[in-house]
């Protein structure tokens, strides 16, 4: 699977953007996805995560209700609409997929995605 980001750009606190992922392959809707994103001198962190086959949604608490993700099967794609955005949100954000239906508990976990984009930068300024 390659997986391909976009929609980063500046914007200013309580703006909005989207971003996008688009993934190759005919076996999309088998894939659990995730967004996670790195902040300068931080470590990646799990943002928002969408499990296969209808699965459910979970999201990182510091962006739960401002944050939504969302994934259209037959269009290979995956979406994180950011709200409400504050400076803390500025990182690259990585479209990450892991083959199967995760476990809830594993969907935090870097190491549980297989594939990973290439990124896309957010920066929010105050």
């Known amino acids: 699977v390659q997986l391909q980001a976009s929609g980063g750009g500046l914007v200013q606190a309580g703006g909005s953007l989207r971003l996008s992922c688009v993934a190759s392959?005919?076996?999309?809707?088998?894939?659990?996805m995730a967004w996670f994103r790195q902040a300068p001198g931080k470590e990646r962190e799990f943002v928002a995560g969408?499990?296969?086959?209808?699965?459910?949604?979970h999201y990182a608490d510091s962006v739960k209700g401002r944050f939504t993700i969302s994934r259209d099967n037959s269009k290979n794609t995956v979406d994180l609409q950011m709200n409400s955005l504050k400076p803390e949100d500025t990182a690259v954000y990585y479209c990450?997929?892991?083959?199967?239906?995760?476990?809830?508990?594993?969907?935090?976990?870097?190491?549980?995605?297989?594939?990973w984009g290439q990124g896309t930068e957010v920066t929010v300024s105050s």
């Open positions: 392959g005919r076996t999309f809707s088998t894939y659990t």
């Open positions: 969408f499990r296969s086959s209808g699965g459910s949604t």
């Open positions: 990450a997929a892991a083959s199967g239906r995760l476990i809830i508990s594993a969907m935090w976990l870097r190491s549980a995605y297989n594939y």
